[in-house]
């Protein structure tokens, strides 16, 4: 195992900001290493971790604004700094602080995550693609919005109308907003028990530990879209995606079916997983079955 961090300079910083990663394995070997792009944004890697199960030379990395990687605070609110564009950046900035940007390599993307490795994969950077793994993710906010709608319908009548009136209010710090919330995160984050496992604890503390880039690009929950995610899609440019790909979800999963039809419907080298019995942290709820989908997957 080595940790580092990779230097990384972003326009409008006064000083580089640091990416922390973690490479489990061997990068030399003849194995195709496999990097692994957390959710959130700002989960970090460590809810992941499961995926150290995998037999192949495995790269973490904590995306900047948590985790180990640099804080940026003062940036809380701000969407044009807080993009898409500069995540993609921090991942090419990665793969060349450790040589893996022109050697063949494989992509997992959990959640955000997978959003984040199927934008990076329509462009010109993943020439080096040999394999793409999108887990538990979504092609759209709007198809994500028609599935976590249904889900919130089927809960308890009076959790929904806690919702509803947290988000009329937008006074999302209530005791009774946060009970409400661990109703649909019971039925659609995690099914492993007790709750939470430690892997869903880890990324829940990440988010109250410093919640900027969360906040600013997703919300106050993960039921409210209000930041500057809330139009994301990446439906057009899917077809440009060539090289095989696995795709995951679960039938309690948060990512419903209609939010990841569209990477089945527009990747010509697509296959999909659903998993029963799990939910949005599939590699915790089905561990076992997740990793050997993955692992036959690489092979």
Not at 127 to 143: E, F, G, H, K
Not at 191 to 211: H, I, K, Q, S
Request: glycine share 6%.
């Amino acid at each position: 195992m080595t940790e580092g961090t990779a230097l990384f300079h972003v326009p409008g910083l006064a000083e580089p900001a640091r990416t922390w990663y973690k490479i489990i394995g061997d990068l030399h070997s003849k194995s195709t290493p496999l990097v692994i792009l957390h959710g959130g944004p700002g989960a970090c890697h460590d809810y992941l971790l499961p995926l150290t199960d995998l037999s192949v030379p495995l790269v973490f990395y904590d995306q900047i604004g948590n985790g180990k990687s640099t804080h940026l605070p003062e940036r809380n609110g701000d969407e044009d700094f807080w993009s898409v564009e500069l995540f993609k950046n921090e991942l090419n900035n990665l793969l060349k602080h450790l040589g893996l940007d022109s050697r063949p390599i494989d992509i997992y993307g959990h959640s955000w995550g997978g959003m984040l490795a199927a934008e990076w994969a329509v462009t010109q950077s993943s020439s080096n693609l040999r394999r793409l793994i999108i887990s538990n993710s979504l092609a759209s906010m709007d198809t994500w919005r028609i599935g976590i709608t249904s889900l919130r319908k089927q809960l308890p009548e009076d959790v929904q109308v806690v919702l509803d009136e947290a988000e009329k209010s937008q006074n999302f710090e209530t005791p009774e907003y946060a009970d409400a919330i661990e109703v649909f995160y019971k039925r659609h984050l995690s099914l492993a028990r007790p709750y939470p496992a430690p892997e869903v604890e880890a990324a829940l503390n990440w988010f109250e530990a410093d919640g900027t880039t969360y906040g600013t690009m997703y919300g106050p929950s993960e039921l409210s879209i209000t930041g500057s995610l809330r139009n994301w899609t990446i439906v057009p440019e899917l077809h440009k995606i060539k090289v095989p790909t696995l795709l995951i979800n679960a039938v309690n999963d948060e990512a419903q079916d209609v939010t990841m039809q569209p990477f089945a419907d527009n990747i010509e080298n697509s296959k999909w997983v659903k998993l029963d019995n799990a939910a949005h942290f599939s590699h915790v709820d089905q561990r076992e079955e997740y990793i050997r989908h993955i692992q036959d997957f690489l092979e």
